[in-house]
C-alpha cells in the first residue's frame, strides 16, 4: 500500500512548535504516523511533498527545504473553518522515476476515491502526469488547467521531461482529458506552431498581460478545472527575491495567491499542485509564500458554495443574447444574485465531464458584456467546435 512509502513529518519540526498559541494552523493539523486504524475518508484535505525531479531540464536542481515551507504554513494564524486536514509527510524518490510516479498516483487515486482534497508540494512539474493518472478508473474525465508561462507541449522526437509532459499527457491512453487550459503563459517563451496547436485543439489560453489586468479571469477557468498544476517558475524574479531566476516578467506574490484561493473556491479542484521549487534558489520569501499560497487554497476550500443550477434555485437570473437573428440562435448566461457567478447553458445533448446534461460553462460578467458586443466568449466557441452541441 502506498501509504508505506510515506515519510512523516519530522519532529524537529513539531518541536518548533511546542509553545505556539491556539490559533495558529498547526494546532488544527493532523500529522500522519502510520497508524493501523488510519482513516483517510475522516479528513476534508491532505497535504503531500514529494521529492522528484530527475525527469527536470531546468537549469538547476536545488534542494528543497520543505520542513520550512510547512513552518511558514503553519505558522500562520488559522481563518474561521473547521479544519480536518492531514499531513501525510513526504515521499522520497524511489529507485527509479517510474517508481515514484506508481506510488504518487496510487495514493493520489485513493485520496480522490475518498473526496480528499491534495495539496502537493514538488518536485518538477512532469509530476502532473501520476496526478493525472490518479484519476483513471474514477469514471470521469479530467478538466486540467496550468499556471504557467510555457504549454510544454514538447515535440514528438523529444524526450519526457517536465518541458514536454503535457504531449504526453494529450495523446496517451486512456483519454481522461476533457480540457486543457493554460493561464499566464508567455508568447515569446513558446513557439507559433505550439501556440497555433494550442488553437487548433481548442484549448483556452490566457495571457499573463491579461491576468495582469484583470487577475479575475482565471476564476471561471479555474472554477471548472479538477487538477490544477501551479509552475512556480512562472513568479517573476523579484516577487521571489532571487535575481539568478530569469523571468523579469512573471506573476507577482499577490496574483499568485489570488490564483491559490480561485482554486480553492472551485467545487471541481481535487488536486492543487505546486511544482518546480527546486529550480528556485531557496529563501525566506519562497518559503513564506509558497505557505500563503497553501493558506489562500485551505481558505478557499472553506468558503466553497456549493449551487444547484435549476429551476429551484431561485437565486438565479437568466439573460439571453442573440447571437443570429436570423436563425433566431441565441446564448443563455445564467447569474447567480448569491455568488455573483456566472455560466452558459448549453444546450441539452451536451454533457460536460461529469456526464451532466445541460452543462454549464463557467464565465465571467466581461462575458456576457462581450456577447452582448458580438463577441462571442471562447468557451463557447471552442465547445461548439468540438462538437459538444
Known amino acids: 500500500m502506498s501509504l508505506e512509502f510515506l515519510k512523516p513529518v519530522s519532529d524537529d519540526l513539531k518541536n518548533k512548535f511546542k509553545e505556539v498559541e491556539a490559533s495558529r494552523l498547526f494546532r488544527h493539523i493532523t500529522f500522519f504516523e502510520h497508524e493501523s486504524d488510519f482513516d ?39 481563518g474561521a473553518w473547521q479544519t480536518k486536514i492531514i499531513d501525510l509527510g513526504h515521499i522520497a524518490q524511489g529507485d527509479a522515476v517510474e517508481d515514484t510516479y506508481f506510488v504518487v498516483k496510487d495514493l493520489v487515486s485513493k485520496l480522490y476515491k475518498e473526496d480528499v482534497i491534495c495539496l502537493v508540494l514538488g518536485g518538477s512539474q512532469d509530476l502532473t502526469l501520476p496526478l493525472y493518472r490518479a484519476f483513471d478508473g474514477h469514471q470521469y474525465m ?13 515535440s514528438a522526437d523529444e524526450n519526457f521531461s517536465n518541458h514536454s509532459y503535457m504531449g504526453k499527457i494529450i495523446v496517451d491512453e486512456p483519454y481522461n482529458l476533457f480540457n486543457y487550459s493554460n493561464l499566464g503563459f508567455l508568447t515569446f517563451y513558446n513557439a507559433q506552431e505550439e501556440i497555433d496547436l494550442m488553437d487548433q485543439l481548442y484549448f483556452e489560453t490566457c495571457r499573463y498581460g491579461e491576468l495582469q489586468q484583470d487577475i479575475s479571469r482565471a476564476e471561471p477557468t479555474l472554477r471548472d478545472s479538477d487538477l490544477i498544476s501551479f509552475d512556480l517558475t512562472s513568479l517573476g524574479s523579484t516577487t521571489l527575491s532571487d535575481p539568478t531566476h530569469p523571468v523579469p516578467n512573471g506573476l507577482n506574490g499577490m496574483e499568485a495567491c489570488a490564483i491559490s484561493r480561485y482554486s480553492g473556491l472551485s467545487n471541481h479542484a481535487q488536486c492543487f499542485f505546486l511544482s518546480e521549487l527546486q529550480s528556485i534558489a531557496p529563501s525566506e520569501v519562497l518559503h513564506e509564500l509558497t505557505g500563503q499560497m497553501l493558506w489562500y487554497f485551505i481558505e478557499g476550500f472553506y468558503l466553497r458554495h456549493p449551487e444547484k443550477i435549476n429551476s429551484d434555485n431561485k437565486s438565479l437570473t437568466n439573460y439571453k443574447v442573440a447571437v443570429d437573428f436570423q436563425s433566431d440562435e441565441y446564448l443563455e448566461f445564467v447569474k447567480s444574485e448569491l455568488t455573483n457567478k456566472w455560466w452558459i447553458k448549453t444546450p441539452e445533448k451536451f454533457l460536460d465531464n461529469n456526464n451532466n446534461k445541460h452543462a454549464l460553462l463557467s464565465c465571467s460578467e466581461n462575458d456576457y458584456l462581450e456577447a452582448c458586443n458580438g463577441i462571442l466568449p471562447q468557451k463557447w466557441y471552442y465547445a461548439k467546435l468540438k462538437g459538444y452541441f
Not at 520543505?66 to 503553519?74: H, K, N, V
Not at 479530467?142 to 514538447?154: E, H, P, Q, R
Request: hydrophobic share 40%; proline share 2%; glycine share 2%.
Open 40 to 78: 483517510l475518508s475522516a479528513y476534508d484535505m491532505a497535504i503531500l511533498s514529494v521529492d522528484e525531479a530527475r525527469n527536470s531540464v531546468k537549469p538547476k536542481t536545488l534542494q528543497v527545504d520543505f520542513d520550512a515551507i510547512r513552518e511558514s504554513l503553519y505558522r500562520l494564524h488559522k
Open 142 to 154: 479530467v478538466n486540467l488547467t496550468t499556471i504557467d508561462a510555457k504549454f510544454d507541449l514538447g
